[in-house]
């Protein structure tokens, strides 16, 4: 059973960093895709970043390009979202989501409906 969860979320001042963590458990091959989304209040999910398992190749979304970092430590089955530079508006749940995957589509639309396992969520605050 596939079970992913977040760590790191707090309170950050606007211009600041954070890092959050997504632990993953469960897989039985490399075929996967780790995947970052976001949800502030009263808006839908936005998708943020995502990492292949298998060769390591990283999206993002333009909102967040040059600003955050998606990495991963295969041996710790765990993926990181460095966020630096984060603004006001900036804050959210933001949730770690797995799904399978071996080339079939494009990692960089990050598309919701590609992932099918998903964490608990960890809330990031940006204010000062």
């Known amino acids: 059973q596939v079970q992913l969860v977040e760590s790191g979320g707090g309170l950050v001042q606007p211009g600041g960093s954070l890092r959050i963590s997504c632990a993953a458990s469960?897989?039985?091959?490399?075929?996967?895709?780790i995947a970052w989304f976001r949800q502030a209040p009263g808006k839908g999910l936005e998708g943020v970043s995502c990492?292949?398992?298998?060769?390591?190749?990283?999206y993002y979304a333009d909102s967040v390009k040059d600003r955050f970092a998606i990495s991963r430590d295969n041996a710790k089955n765990t993926v990181y979202l460095q966020m630096n530079s984060l603004k006001p508006e900036e804050p959210a749940v933001y949730y770690c989501a797995a799904g399978y995957y071996s080339g079939d589509y494009y990692l960089g639309d990050l598309e919701e409906k590609e992932y099918i396992y998903w964490g608990q969520g960890t809330q990031v605050t940006v204010s000062s």
């Open positions: 990492i292949s398992r298998r060769d390591g190749s990283t």
């Open positions: 469960g897989f039985t091959s490399d075929y996967y895709a």
